[in-house]
């Protein structure tokens, strides 16, 4: 989260550190190497191309939309709460939110957290 200066879409949701970090996990969860894209848009265009049915799919999808609801609610809750989560917390608060989101989905309804984390590291 940017402090100072004026905040782009493209820097929050894309390229600030806490973003990032959140991009790199999701990623390296599903072994995916990948040079982020400089804007929201080119993110979601090269997002829909590595789709692959084989790649956690129902879980591919949600990974963008679980990043930028993650980094709006942080940045909000700093800015109108006044708190923050450490960083740790905050990648915590990501694969939970990831989790919660994937439980919709036939093949991870009945995983653990622990169960679900694991079975992105072997792509389903």
Sequence with gaps: MQTGGEETVHHLLVHCH?????WQLGLSLLGVSWVQPGKVK????AWRRRMKKSLAFGVWKLIPLAIWWSVWKERNRRIFEGKDLS???FKLYFLRMLY???????????LTFVDFVDNLKQGY
Excluded: G, K, P, R
């Design 18 to 22: 806490w973003a990032f970090s959140l």
């Design 100 to 110: 919660s989101w994937s439980q919709s989905l036939d093949d991870s309804a009945n």
């Design 87 to 89: 960083l740790h917390e």
């Design 42 to 45: 080119e993110v979601l265009i």
